[in-house]
């Protein structure tokens, strides 16, 4: 499954890379913090638990994927690319196609958390 979040917000991928990261979470959201520094991978809380996760600069932007999470819950906050060039763009996947209602509006609030964060810090 998919999910997108669309900010209306005009920074640069540096501005991204530098800005988000393991050890500045909690300027960004209430419900992930980090635990562990393990180089670029990390061990951090979250809404469903403590995860290792990775943390990548990619293209554009970064990228969180929860690495043990059996949903495979991976997002990325990129700028520069479609579908909005010109705004932040944050899309998450899971390897599901289907899950429960519950879950699924956890993953929204999560975004929703994350895409607070981005118009407050931006």
């Known amino acids: 499954m998919e999910?997108?979040?669309?900010?209306?917000k005009q920074v640069s991928e540096k501005i991204i890379q530098d800005n988000i990261n393991p050890q500045r979470l909690e300027d960004f959201t209430e419900s992930m913090f980090l635990l562990e520094d393990l180089n670029n991978n990390f061990l951090g809380?979250?809404?469903?638990?403590?995860?290792?996760?990775?943390?990548d600069k990619i293209n554009g932007g970064v990228r969180f994927t929860l690495l043990d999470?059996?949903?495979?819950?991976?997002?990325?906050?990129?700028?520069?690319?479609?579908?909005?060039?010109n705004k932040i763009v944050m899309h998450a996947t899971i390897n599901r196609t289907q899950k429960?209602?519950?879950?699924i509006d956890e993953i929204q609030e999560f975004l929703d958390e994350w895409e607070q964060g981005l118009r407050a810090q931006f």
């Open 100 to 103: 429960a209602t519950e879950f």
């Open 45 to 55: 809380g979250t809404l469903w638990g403590e995860f290792n996760i990775s943390y």
């Open 3 to 8: 999910f997108f979040r669309i900010i209306d």
């Open 69 to 85: 999470c059996p949903n495979a819950l991976s997002w990325t906050i990129t700028t520069g690319f479609p579908p909005e060039r």
